[in-house]
């Protein structure tokens, strides 16, 4: 038996001390990376979809982060990141991809679906209903304004799914897609219609590319889910406001209980 091996014990207090105040000194000594080291850990989010379609305006909802109607800008353009943290230690951090009329656009989009990858993807529509960044752009009737937005979506989304399609098959972890159909406010009379539009299967132009989509990813690798949602402008104040907000709010606490259920939160 080696007697002469073993640390006396005094001794191995001493190092225990020195081990524990050094370990100390490095967590106090940096509060902020420390957090943000907790954050990276939180599932990421990608928020895509056309210019004036409302992406801002859900991250900063789903963020907490209060907007106030005059501020919220169309035309965002660089990535914006937003944090949600929650009880328990969760949360999401959120990559908005600026829309179609950014420079930085393509940047962003192989950032979020190549180079750091997400875990989930909220693509914004709004059923023809994007806010357009220059009003010289709309001209004849809003009938054909609004159809003008759904070839325009169509078309964003077919550049977008193809780039969730070779994400979704790279990877060996699930991932999942919720197309928000948010403006739900502007055309509460036509939502069903509108919602099928956007899901799978329904044969719509915008169904069938979601259904390439499934075909190309797998559909043990992608979920798809089609949700409702609405962050209408400062409160009208008219009869039947307080039911809207309530209508909205509900909807964005359905989006966030799936999203949590998506991340395996719940
Ligand atoms: N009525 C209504 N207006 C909305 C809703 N969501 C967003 N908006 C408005 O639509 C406009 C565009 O919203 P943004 O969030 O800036 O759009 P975006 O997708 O970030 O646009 P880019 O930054 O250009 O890509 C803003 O004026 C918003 O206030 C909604 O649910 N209902
Ligand atoms: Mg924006």
């Known amino acids: 038996m080696n007697r002469s ?10 190092i225990g001390a020195t081990i524990a105040s050094g370990a100390i000194g490095a967590f106090s000594g940096a509060p902020a990376k420390l957090s943000a080291l907790f954050h990276r850990r939180y599932p990421s989010v990608a928020v895509t979809g056309i210019t004036g379609v409302g992406k801002t305006r859900l991250a900063d909802r789903l963020a ?3 907007s106030d109607a005059g501020t919220v800008d169309v ?46 993807v909220l693509h ?9 960044r220059r009003t010289a752009g709309v001209s004849g009737t809003a009938e054909a304004a609004r159809e003008a937005q759904l070839a325009a979506e169509l078309e964003d989304w077919a550049v977008t799914s193809h780039l969730v399609a070779s994400m979704a098959v790279r990877r060996e972890k699930p991932i999942w897609l919720v197309i928000v159909v948010t403006k739900a406010d502007l055309f509460e009379d036509e939502l069903d219609e509108a919602l099928r539009y956007y899901s799978p ?8 590319k979601l259904d390439e989509l499934r075909a190309l990813a797998g559909g043990a690798r992608l979920s798809i889910d089609v949700l409702p949602m609405c962050s209408p402008e400062a409160p009208t104040g008219g009869t ?25 939160h719940v």
């Not at 091996?5 to 001493?14: D, E, N, T, V, Y």
């Not at 949600?84 to 979020?112: H, I, K, Q």
């Not at 914004?124 to 357009?132: E, K, L, R």
Request: aromatic fraction near 4%; hydrophobic fraction near 35%.
């Open 5 to 14: 091996a073993k640390i006396p014990g005094p001794a191995r207090g001493a």
């Open 240 to 264: 039947g406001a307080d039911e809207e907000q309530g209508r909205c709010d509900a909807r964005l606490s359905a989006l966030e209980t799936r999203m949590e259920q998506l991340s395996g």
């Open 201 to 208: 299967g329904s044969g719509s132009p915008f169904g069938q």
């Open 124 to 132: 914004v529509v709004a059923w023809g209903h994007a806010t357009p």
């Open 64 to 66: 907490r982060r209060v």
């Open 75 to 120: 035309g965002s353009a660089v990535m914006e990141r937003r944090t949600r943290s929650s009880a328990r230690g969760r949360g999401f951090r959120f990559r908005v991809v600026p829309g179609d009329n950014a420079a930085t656009r393509l940047g962003a989009l192989d950032e979020v679906f190549h180079d750091d990858p997400v875990d989930g």
